[in-house]
């Protein structure tokens, strides 16, 4: 499945003095919705952090559509796009209780080793699941 959805609500600490969702705040929400899209596939972030991989992002395109407020219950919607060698890309959403779309956002990540800082090709497991969602 190239898809994952995920719900967070709006925390007071996420806005700014007039109850909107400051705009760094989005930044976190995809982040929320591309690791659970990775531990909804059997990948858990921290364990491939644990062997020696990261995965910062390269590259992230966001579009504010409409604006969140406190409080708000928020869908993050995650949709994997592509991957080549040693990147992965995803689109992302967000959307009201109420269906609106508010934000969109385009991410590109790097497999990365820890030790080297250098791109790398991801592990197996992970390739093969790339590879069978690609498909």
């Given at each position: 499945m190239k898809e994952h959805q995920i719900e967070v609500r709006v925390r007071y600490s996420e806005t700014d003095q007039m109850g909107v969702v400051y705009h760094g705040s989005y930044i976190p929400y995809f982040e929320i919705g591309r690791?659970?899209?990775?531990?909804?596939?059997?990948?858990?972030?921290?364990?491939?952090?644990?062997?020696?991989?990261?995965?910062?992002?390269?590259?992230?395109?966001?579009?504010?559509?409409?604006?969140a407020r406190y409080d708000d219950l928020l869908f993050i919607t995650t949709k994997f796009k592509k991957h080549s060698s040693v990147k992965i890309?995803?689109?992302?959403?967000?959307?009201?209780?109420?269906?609106?779309?508010?934000?969109?956002?385009?991410?590109?990540?790097?497999?990365?080793?820890?030790?080297?800082?250098?791109?790398?090709?991801?592990?197996?497991?992970?390739?093969?699941?790339?590879?069978?969602i690609n498909d």
């Open positions: 690791v659970e899209w990775l531990r909804n596939k059997g990948v858990s972030y921290k364990s491939l952090e644990d062997s020696g991989i990261a995965l910062p992002i390269v590259s992230m395109t966001l579009n504010y559509k409409k604006p890309e995803f689109d992302c959403e967000i959307h009201s209780e109420q269906k609106e779309l508010l934000t969109t956002a385009h991410f590109i990540l790097v497999f990365v080793d820890l030790k080297t800082g250098r791109p790398i090709n991801p592990p197996e497991h992970i390739q093969v699941l790339l590879d069978a």
